[in-house]
């Protein structure tokens, strides 16, 4: 399923893309497997579905996920989407984010560090029996 949380300030559009690229990278979407079409997806959340639809054309266009006329939107085949020089842009910008977010914390880095590297350790792509 899914899911955006109220009062998130990321625009909606972008809280459907961010939800389905983390669960098809966590596994929890198969390559092949079927989406929610865009009316039901927006019922469920209850927007307009047109914000749907352009959530999916996004993520049609990423590689993300692959649109089959009349059928609907299924996960595309695993492949780098992203340039080498675009995902380090992006983790350089997810980094600094983060940095000015978390410093003013003031907590210790070793407190910081272990919950990124727990954070990400249940982020990864889990195992299929």
């Known amino acids: 399923m899914i899911q955006i949380a109220t009062g998130d300030p990321r625009p909606i559009v972008r809280q459907i893309t961010d939800a389905v690229r983390m669960r098809i990278a966590t596994g929890d979407l198969a390559h092949g497997q079927q989406l929610p079409s865009?009316?039901?997806l927006a019922?469920?959340?209850?927007?307009?579905?047109?914000?749907?639809?352009?959530?999916?054309?996004?993520?049609?266009?990423?590689?993300?996920?692959?649109?089959?006329?009349g059928m609907?939107?299924?996960v595309a085949p695993p492949r780098q989407r992203l340039s080498d020089a675009e995902r380090e842009r992006r983790l350089d910008e997810a980094v600094a984010t983060f940095v000015n977010d978390v410093v003013p914390l003031g907590l210790p880095s070793k407190t910081v560090q272990q919950r990124i590297a727990d954070a990400f350790e249940r982020a990864l792509p889990r195992k299929r029996a």
Do not use: C, H
Request: aromatic share 12%.
């Open 38 to 40: 865009v009316r039901g």
């Open 72 to 74: 609907g939107f299924y």
């Open 43 to 69: 019922q469920q959340l209850t927007i307009n579905p047109n914000t749907v639809a352009k959530a999916y054309a996004e993520l049609v266009s990423e590689g993300w996920l692959d649109s089959r006329q």
